[in-house]
């Protein structure tokens, strides 16, 4: 939310900014900024300040499936030729005073208990301030930026239209003293387990260790979770042994919803962005680059609604849905198709063995990951289509299964 606030008072448009926990808190996130949202960074002023805070830059990457590391580094998007892994309570901080420096008005620990509506129409908020106090406040348009349980898309009834459905669970910690610590992302993959791992550096020399786990395992796995990292990381050995040779610094964090969905994202009165609008498995780490995506649409459909009077409000808000369902989908179904961990057969070993031995397949292939390829670029259009339909046909059978339920 908080680079929308910060656009839309750029615009000189008068803007509230709220939210229930206090700015900067450190909350769960992927902590990964691709160069397609940390492009946006750059354009809006900020990206030096994330630099300023000793944040990795990530430049090279590695895909390890099975034992067969493809090793590359990812073309440049719009002059960024970088990953970002910044802890949220920095990354956050910096949002929110941009958003007040541009002259938004903000409120922490702010909870929203209802919406106020004139007939269908959103036209406001009420809720209790962080001394306690009932407070309601009017808007020409409320925007939910409350993440995958959105509060607003539950008060307006926003419908999820596609329900791709959820493939795992993921936690991660943070460690300190990690042995042959590296400014580089890698991706473990080990498809008969059906088990991912994710390894980088951030903020204040510590590495963030992700494990992914098959959803149906979620019980167990967060029943103990430092039994489920110790027994999973066996599988592969030499993560195992720089994590037994770091000290954690943090509990675990992480959770089983990982659900893939879009909603319906616009309404009279609302729209929804981030988290709140699409959902996917973190294992591509869409998430913080999507919210900057839908800010940047949002705003831009707004302020020309709100100063240049070129649509209503209504039709700036559907405007923003279509662009950003339209820019999101492919990845959207590119992702769902890395979140369902299929067990690799020979043959399909051999042909990543034979793309990683090529630095430009690499290349393209981890671009294509990292968001700066696009992705019909790096596959023929016969697996994008494959993509599709598999996202397609997960909805299909959701949408049966609910239809079956009495």
């Not at 615009?11 to 900067?24: H, I, P």
């Not at 066996?234 to 959770?255: H, I, M, N, Q």
């Not at 800010?295 to 070129?310: G, K, Q």
Request: overall charge neutral.
């Amino acid at each position: 939310g908080s680079p929308l606030a910060m656009l839309l008072a750029r615009a000189g448009l008068k803007v509230l900014l709220v939210d229930r926990m206090r700015f900067g808190s450190d909350i769960m996130s992927t902590h990964f900024l691709k160069r397609t949202g940390a492009s946006l960074l750059q354009k809006w002023g900020l990206l030096d300040t994330i630099r300023l805070l000793e944040t990795p830059e990530i430049r090279k990457l590695t895909f390890n499936l099975d034992g067969v590391s493809m090793n590359g580094v990812a073309p440049a998007y719009d002059g960024v030729d970088a990953e970002f892994t910044p802890r949220r309570s920095y990354l956050d901080k910096i949002l929110v005073d941009a958003a007040i420096e541009a002259g938004a008005e903000a409120r922490e620990k702010f909870h929203v208990n209802t919406l106020i509506f004139d007939d269908n129409r959103v036209v406001g908020i009420v809720g209790k301030d962080k001394n306690g106090r009932t407070v309601s406040e009017r808007a020409r348009i409320v925007v939910g930026a409350d993440g995958i349980n959105s509060f607003v898309a539950k008060e307006v009834k926003a419908g999820i239209f596609i329900d791709a459905g959820t493939y795992n669970c993921g936690f991660y910690a943070y460690y300190s003293g990690m042995p042959d610590r590296r400014d580089a992302v890698t991706l473990y993959v080990r498809s008969q387990q059906r088990l991912a791992y994710i390894t980088f550096p951030t903020n204040d020399a510590l590495d963030v260790v992700f494990l992914f786990w098959p959803n149906a395992e979620a019980g167990i796995v967060r029943a103990d979770l430092e039994k489920a990292f110790g027994n999973s990381l066996r599988a592969v050995p030499e993560l195992e042994s720089r994590v037994s040779a770091a000290k954690r610094e943090s509990p675990f964090a992480g959770t089983h919803r990982l659900a893939n969905f879009f909603r319906v994202a616009h309404g009279p009165g609302w729209a929804l962005v981030g988290d709140a609008a699409v959902h996917r498995d973190p294992i591509t780490a869409e998430g913080i680059s999507n919210a900057f995506c839908h800010a940047e649409i949002l705003a831009d459909e707004l302020i020309r609604a709100f100063n240049e009077h070129s649509s209503t409000l209504d039709e700036a808000t559907a405007s923003y849905d279509r662009r950003q369902f339209k820019r999101l989908k492919p990845m959207f179904d590119y992702t769902v198709h890395q979140a369902i961990i299929r067990p690799s057969t020979p043959q399909s070993l051999a042909r990543f063995s034979e793309a990683a031995a090529d630095p430009d397949l690499s290349n393209r292939f981890l671009g294509a990951f990292i968001g700066s390829v696009p992705l019909n670029v790096a596959f023929k259009n016969e697996v994008l289509q494959g993509f599709t339909a598999r996202v397609q046909q997960a909805n299909d059978e959701r949408q049966d299964r609910k239809l079956k339920t009495p």
